[in-house]
């Protein structure tokens, strides 16, 4: 049998050595690496064509019309650029915006509608999408080739508010006049055809309790169903003035009308008890002389007709909640 020399096997197992493995490998790879670096930088040198979609901005809208349709929020542009080119286009269009000038917008011929409709020929500005994508850049089309503006004629117009408001007031206390509303008035802006159909303003229902001071309350507008309507503020003031009040009394004689001719009449009890509220600041200036009590003849109540109906006709204006104590008197009739 033949022996194998040690030395030849050696030299053997030195070719195949794991140091030696690493070293071809590593050529290999760096090959590998440059060859398709090359590649790719052949390959993307090449012009390609794609469609890429950008956010829109349309610029230079007419200023005494005012948009009723939403337009495109994108448009889409097929694009003639190198790969690299395109590459980079697409990875920042999410980001990027493309301005749109619309200042020579054209109408519709034979347009009868209400509104004003006008058109917009988006591939008559490719020259301006490519300067804003890049000279090196061709822009061949943009989709939609038309887009259509619907107009209406700007206006402005003053509503009043209405207020959506309940309140309650601590005890002893009262409205001192009216709510005051700021502004009570408001001036808003839009299409002429929205605003012809708004005639007031009203705010969002509220509700204040336990009112003891005077104080304003802000309080929002409802918003508007159509974002065209611009009413300048969300929301407005509530002034509630607000007074402290006692409880005071009254006694007065009760004026009997509508007696016939040469009759008498007299009421049992001769006077009757009102009470009302005041603010302590007024209470001094009511007199009973500011009052006037009525009974009316012909307003009989009761089973035989011998009562009579008494009616507060006349109260002071710094006064509030007045009431007869004892709304009925009886009455007796002679004839003088």
Known sequence: MKKTNPSQSNSLLSKFSPKRLDKRLSVFMICL?????????????KEYTAEVSFNACFLNLPSDKIL???????????????GFSLLGVQYSAKLDTLFIDASNVK?????????????????????LMAEQLGGSMKVEKIYPDTVTFVFDQKAQKIVPVKLNLTYSFAKQYQLKGA??????????????TLLNEIDFLETEAHQI?????????IIPLKKSNNQSVDYGIASIVAEIPTEKYTEAEVVLPVQV????????????????????????????????????????????????????????????????????????VEFIMRKL
């Open 107 to 127: 109408k519709y011929l034979n347009d009868n509608n209400a509104n004003e409709i006008y058109y917009l020929l988006l591939n008559n500005q490719l020259s």
């Open 257 to 328: 009308k509508n007696v016939p001719f040469g009759y008498v009449v007299k009421t049992f009890p001769a006077q009757v008890k009102v009470k009302y509220n005041v603010s302590l600041q007024h209470y001094d200036l009511v007199k009973p002389e500011q009052f006037l009590i009525e009974a009316n003849i012909n307003e009989k109540t009761g089973i035989s007709n011998n009562r009579i109906k008494v009616n507060l006709v006349k109260i002071p204006a710094i006064v509030s909640k007045a009431k007869i104590i004892n709304p009925q």
């Open 179 to 192: 709510v005051k509303i700021i502004p009570s008035s408001i001036l808003i802006k839009g299409p002429k």
């Open 209 to 217: 309790a336990q009112i003891e001071a005077t104080k304003r309350h």
């Open 68 to 82: 009723i349709k939403d337009l495109p929020s994108k448009v889409a542009v097929k694009i003639k650029a190198s």
């Open 33 to 45: 690496l440059f060859s398709s670096m090359f590649w790719l930088l052949t390959a993307f040198s």
